[in-house]
């Protein structure tokens, strides 16, 4: 082989060898992911990476650092994973419900609960499935779990309310539950006013207890806050009635007259 054939070979050999392809050192890898992670603090694989290359140079406070913030999140990951998963269950659960398929439902809700504890969906549905079967003390359970998790939720107060309204009953248990439903009554209004499922069953509470000051409260707020509802008049007149306030009683049929009076013309007009 003449020179000039060598020189090509060399050169040939030389282009063949890319040094980017070359492995990088653990020192020189180290660098790279130190300066990923600070752009992308949130790469989990980069991170545990990283642990293992501090540990691998004997670098321990650097790794125990990095395996603990891995840790973390690898348990944020579970946690998402585990919320999604429930919320999975629960819509099993809601589509056998839907189908009527009652205990496979059940059992879905339950499989959701075991997952994530706090999932809203399957303690909604377990708590209203456990009262349709008039098992109350369970019922009650779920829903006070609930309205733990979403205190601001006037339905899962109102539910409850009603489940503390059938524990009270000597027949289904020994329990005295009443002014715990009331409570839960008063917070459904207090969070929405204009609920007056809530007010009417507070409203009889408060009647059936002797609780006059009550129904009145609760009725008179129930027609301030739902002016155009006529349920609202008829069972403030009712309440009025009821304990002997008859001119009270006369000034709402007045004013339930002429509100819907004027609507009456409005409507004509439009």
């Known amino acids: 082989m003449d020179e000039q054939t060598q020189a090509s070979g060399a050169e040939q050999g030389s282009a063949a060898v890319d040094p980017g392809d070359q492995p990088l050192s653990p020192d020189e890898e180290i660098a790279e992911i130190e300066k990923l992670l600070g752009a992308e ?13 501090y540990f691998s140079k004997g670098r321990l406070d650097d790794a125990l650092t990095e395996v603990k913030k891995s840790i973390e999140m690898a348990e944020g990951l579970r946690t998402e994973m585990n919320r999604s998963l ?9 589509i056998y419900a839907t189908k009527g398929m009652i205990d496979e439902a059940e059992a879905e809700f339950k499989r959701a609960l075991d997952v994530h504890a706090y999932d809203v969906l399957a303690l909604f549905n377990l708590g209203r499935v456990q009262a349709d079967k008039r098992k109350y003390m369970e019922s009650k359970n779920y829903y006070e779990r609930l309205v733990e998790i979403t205190p601001d939720d006037p339905m899962a107060w109102y539910n ?28 459904v209004l207090e969070l929405d006013p204009k609920h007056l499922e809530a007010s009417f069953k507070l409203m009889e509470i408060a009647l059936n207890h002797r609780k006059t000051d009550l129904a009145i409260k609760v009725m008179e707020s129930a027609v301030e806050h ?18 002997k306030m008859f001119e009270q009683a006369e000034q709402a049929r007045q004013r339930l007259k002429e509100r819907f009076a004027k609507k009456a013309k409005e409507g004509a007009a439009s």
Do not use: H, W
């Open 41 to 53: 603090p949130d790469d989990f694989q980069a991170r545990c990476r990283l642990g293992e290359l």
């Open 86 to 94: 429930a919320m999975y269950y629960s819509n099993l659960g809601t």
């Open 160 to 187: 409850l309310a009603g489940v503390y309204v059938e524990l009270d009953n000597p027949q289904v248990s020994d329990y005295n539950t009443m002014d715990m439903a009331i409570q839960c009554y008063l917070r």
């Open 226 to 243: 739902s002016p155009d509802e006529p349920l609202a008049y008829y069972n403030l007149i009712s309440v009025y009635d009821k304990c």
